[in-house]
């Protein structure tokens, strides 16, 4: 029996797709990287206590040369793709990331995102709401449930959180982190705050794929299981 993509990458070539027809383009930026672009430019001091919501694996370099870090989430893509690009500019960047935190169910120490930007003249986060239902009903399909609830991320003012519903353990699952993109963010990026406003997200890509497939646990994902290359519908031979 032929193997196939692992249903990480059939994801992300998915998100592509529907963002795609949505008006976004595709961001990468390195997994090796600099503390500015994962916390400074995201409006996340030093000495401020929200660095601690991102355990992160720090990396040895040369004297003179900067701390340098495993990136914790997606996030710092939004800043390089706004150098580069300038606004306005709507983007998604996928990739993996790393955190050093304990495991569990819904908890990996490397996991997959999917970062999304929209930065124009008028935008508000309604367009926010709008992007991510129609997201969820392409993705997923009519009666996918999502629920927005206040949080707080130094790099978006106002901020939520984005739960869905898992239909399979009958219970609400925390996605994604979103909001409005903070005006500090965007002028670290070389964007005029008082011109453009923007939108954000940050979900979990195998949390989306647990509840698009009844997957029980995220550890499962990168533990070499069979069933993630041959199919969940199908029995190996
Ligand atoms: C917030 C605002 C923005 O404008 C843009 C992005 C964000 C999200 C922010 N960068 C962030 O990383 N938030 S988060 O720590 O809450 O993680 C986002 C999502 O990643 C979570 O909702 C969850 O779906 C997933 N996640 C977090 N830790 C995880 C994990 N998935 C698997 N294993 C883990 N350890």
Redesign the pocket.
Known sequence: MPGRLHPVSIAIRDFAAIFGRMGFGVAYGPELETEWYNFDA?NIPPDHPSRD??DTFWVKTKAGEGRALLR????PV?VRALEKHGAPIRVIAPGK?F?N?A?DA????????L???AVGENISLAHLKGTLDRFVREYFDASAKLRFRP?Y?P??EP????DMWFPAQEKW??????????PK?LENAGVDPAKYQG??????????LMIKHGIPD?RLFHSGDIRFVYGFDEKPV
Not at 159 to 162: A, G, H, I, R, T
Request: charged share 15%; net charge negative.
């Open positions: 995201l919501m991102w914790t989430h997606t996030s939004q990331v955190r935190e495991t819904t908890h990996e120490a490397q996991f997959y995102q970062e999304g930007l949080s991320f790099f978006t901020s939520v959180e984005v699952l925390e996605v994604m982190g979103a909001g409005m993109v903070h963010v939108f954000a997200f940050g979900a979990g890509i195998e949390r989306l995220a």
